[in-house]
């Protein structure tokens, strides 16, 4: 688009920070809908359009555009995709009301979700591969088409098959009073901090993993192999996770989830140049640490959930889930902004034609290694006295049957 550097980051941070009013606004709206065709299901089919559009005009532009395109239609995609994923997983939240069956249900969408993202990854290899299709903007043309193809056959399977509960109290407690039943809400608090600091850290290793890679490795040509190992192992541990929340409970699976990222992490500083596939073991531990990281948090968020239901009387999924949003997405700013904060610190170049000494790369390797397992022990402190075991939540189940 001839967008410089400067004017998209200025642009992405103006609608992150739209997203802090729409996120619980549609939160807000979702819950107090009632159609003949459910809560949820409407806002997945009015939104789908809207998003295939933006897409399409963001994966390929017009010829000319420019910083007001950009601007347009990402704010767009923004709007589209707070209609689409609240309701989406407010309706997942409520298929099961039982403690270890919610695990399953997001452990399902967990898995079908990587394949969506392991195939982003490989779609644009297979095309440089098999067809000579090579470029970013045969890249992005690719991604866009795609997404564009398979995004109407994904919505229309899921409002078609996927049953919507009709035990919907419509919520009608103002905001102000809404907002304090959630902050009293001690469960949730404690669910959500750790959340956000444990997006925070994989967000850091997100950020640095290509700098690492391309500058500590030096094999930036092999980067997206390894980001299959990742997804690949990270798919492989969901049902793990799954079958070990229900041996042990969800906050203890989730705290071993967090151990397991905070010691295996600073392996990587043992890695230098030429030490690519010495990476493979090390990325394969981290992945299947991330197979737990958002299964057993949105299942335990269900969970917490239902505290606010007994207390208020009403249905206030989606407003949840609109918080949940935007906080994992204030997880993703700030762990960047913290990884690129430190990177600088340390006095590292990120320019091409830039040559870092043998102490800038130990601080890149040091930031990438181990920066993250901080938070990971952070958010271990702070999940580590959970209260809502299966026993608890089954009394409260009881006691929400009652209210019927």
């Not at 181990?370 to 075991?389: E, G, L, N």
């Amino acid at each position: 688009m001839g967008v410089s550097l400067v004017v998209a980051a200025n642009i992405i941070l103006a609608v992150r920070i739209f997203d802090v009013i729409t996120d619980p606004l549609f939160g807000f709206i979702n819950d107090r809908t009632t159609t003949r065709w459910g809560k949820r299901r409407p806002w997945l089919a009015i939104s789908t359009p809207l998003m295939m559009l933006s897409i399409y005009m963001l994966f390929i532009p017009p010829e000319g555009s420019g910083a007001a395109h950009l601007f347009i239609w990402m704010m767009l995609l923004s709007i589209a995709t707070t209609m689409i994923m609240i309701p989406y997983y407010a309706w997942g939240a409520e298929l099961s009301p039982d403690y270890n069956e919610r695990s399953r249900v997001t452990g399902w969408r967990e898995m079908l979700g990587l394949v969506g993202s392991l195939s982003a990854q490989l779609i644009p290899s297979a095309a440089l591969l098999f067809f000579g299709l090579g470029g970013s903007a045969n890249v992005l043309t690719i991604l866009g088409i795609s997404m564009v193809v398979l995004m109407p056959i994904c919505v229309a399977l899921t409002i078609s098959k996927v049953p919507e509960t009709k035990e919907h109290v419509k919520s009608t407690i103002s905001p102000i009073q809404g907002l304090k039943l959630m902050l009293e809400n001690a469960p949730f608090k404690r669910l959500i901090l750790t959340f956000m600091v444990g997006g925070i850290a994989l967000s850091i290793t997100t950020t640095l993993y290509l700098f690492f890679v391309t500058y500590v490795l030096n094999a930036e040509e092999l980067a997206v192999y390894m980001f299959t190992f990742f997804f690949i192992s990270n798919f492989a541990a969901v049902p793990f996770w799954v079958w070990l929340s229900k041996i042990i409970g969800k906050h203890k699976a989730y705290i071993a989830s967090f151990t397991l990222f905070a010691f295996s992490h600073p392996l990587y500083l043992l890695l230098g140049e030429g030490d690519f596939w010495w990476m493979l073991p090390i990325t394969i531990l981290t992945g299947f640490a991330a197979g737990g990281f958002h299964v057993l948090a949105n299942s335990m968020q269900a969970d917490v959930i239902d505290i606010d239901t007994l207390k208020s009387g009403e249905n206030r999924t989606a407003l949840f889930f609109s918080t949940w949003s935007f906080t994992q997405k204030m997880a993703a700013s700030l762990g960047s902004w913290l990884a690129l904060t430190a990177l600088a610190l340390v006095g590292f170049n990120t320019s091409p034609e830039a040559s870092n000494n043998s102490d800038q790369l130990f601080g890149l390797r040091l930031l990438f290694s181990s920066m993250s397992s901080i938070f990971y022990f952070i958010a271990i402190a702070i999940i580590w006295k959970y209260p809502i075991t299966e026993d608890v939540h089954s009394e409260i189940r009881k006691s929400l049957e009652k209210q019927k």
